[in-house]
């Protein structure tokens, strides 16, 4: 299946909301506050019976939130499986680079999608992260520079 990357816009809170299980109005403050791309299947790739299609919703398969704090890109949110969300992560370390900053992102040892697709973008752990929920998670950076 193709993806297509795009920006995130208010109208998706609901969508993203039911992604992850939290409320619309939370993740509407997600999408003003923060770079939110979304995941999302690309049409043109459909088979011969896509016009069939009940509605006109794209199917969201994922998506990142991340922001700019002290010189360091802070991916704050990602949902969706290995592939989308290893192809979600490129989003903030293309901005990352271009801005010469680092990239940090904090997993539960539980998400193991969530870690296959940092150590595959590039992202090395480098020490446990604060417990979210009461859960242990590893902190991930990238380093543009691999340093």
């Known amino acids: 299946m193709d993806v297509t990357i795009r920006d995130a816009v208010e ?5 993203l909301g039911s992604i992850v299980d939290l409320p ?11 770079t939110v791309r979304l995941a999302v299947a690309d049409e043109s790739a459909a088979g011969p019976n896509a016009d069939v299609a009940e509605g006109n919703e794209e199917a969201v398969l994922g998506f990142v939130a991340f ?3 002290d010189g360091t ?3 704050t949110q990602l949902a969706g499986d290995e592939g989308v969300a290893e192809r979600l992560l490129a989003e903030p370390i293309r901005f990352a680079v271009n801005e010469g900053f680092d990239v940090e992102y ?3 040892r539980s998400d193991e999608d969530a870690e296959a697709a940092a150590r595959a ?3 090395d752990p480098v020490g446990p992260g604060p417990r979210f929920d009461g859960e242990p998670t590893t902190r991930y950076r990238f380093r543009p520079n691999g340093d």
């Open 73 to 75: 890109v802070h991916v």
């Open 24 to 34: 619309a109005d939370a993740l509407r403050n997600v999408v003003h506050d923060r």
């Open 11 to 15: 109208a998706d809170a609901e969508t």
């Open 67 to 69: 922001d700019v704090r």
């Open 106 to 108: 904090v997993v539960t």
């Open 121 to 123: 973008a590039g992202f």
